[in-house]
Structures are given as C-alpha cells and as structure tokens.
C-alpha cells in the first residue's frame, strides 16, 4: 500500500513562509502526478498544486505567484514552497497522486498549517 509522510507545517504570522515535504513509498513515484491538496475545517480537500512527472507544475488561482511545488524523483520526495501566507492558507496539507487517475485512498497524516497574527 501506498504511504506518504507529510512534514514542515506549523504556526506563521501573515506574510511569511513555511516549506512542505512529503516522502512517498511503495509507490513507482517517477511515472505520477503528484499533488498537494489542503483541508480546512469544515471545508472539503482540495488540490492546491500539483507537478507532471516531467516536472511541469500546475496551480489553483488562489496560491498562482505565493506557492511552489517541485519534485526529487530519485529520493520521491516532493516539495511545497509557501511565500507571503495568508490566513485563508490555514489547513491542514496532503501530498497524494493528482492528474487524470486522481488521488489513491491511502493518505498520510497531513501537516497543519496555521496563518495567524
């Protein structure tokens, strides 16, 4: 079964930055999409940023210009980059496979992140 390890969130002030990994295993990692998605309480999980295995990244609007993701293909690791974070980021964060074949039902743990002054 597929697994992943999420670490690097905590508590920020506006404005400043955090840096998500996350670590998969049992998984042919280089041939996926990944994804980091976030969930907010209360609200549904969404996809926020993902990343082709080939390295091209994709955004949601809301985080287009603050985030960015990228991937280490030999280590299966992937990465997100959070700048200038605002309070509406509070979440807590998933990394899974996005793309067309969508997310696999095993999840991590999440990592929180909370904006607040």
């Known amino acids: 079964q597929v697994q992943f390890v999420e670490s690097g969130g905590g508590l920020v002030q506006p404005g400043g930055s955090l840096r998500l990994s996350c670590a998969a295993s049992?998984?042919?990692?280089?041939?996926?999409?990944m994804g980091w998605y976030r969930q907010a309480p209360g609200k549904q999980r969404e996809l926020v940023a993902s990343?082709?295995?080939?390295?091209?990244?994709d955004y949601v609007d809301s985080v287009k210009g603050r985030f960015t993701i990228s991937r280490d293909n030999a280590k299966k690791t992937v990465n997100l980059q959070m700048n200038n974070l605002k309070p509406e980021d509070t979440a807590v964060y998933y990394c899974?496979?996005?793309?067309?074949?969508?997310?696999?039902?095993?999840w991590g743990q999440g990592t929180q992140v909370a904006v607040s002054s």
């Open positions: 899974n496979r996005a793309g067309v074949y969508g997310a696999f039902d095993s």
């Open positions: 049992r998984i042919l990692f280089s041939i996926h999409t």
């Open positions: 990343i082709t295995s080939s390295g091209t990244p």
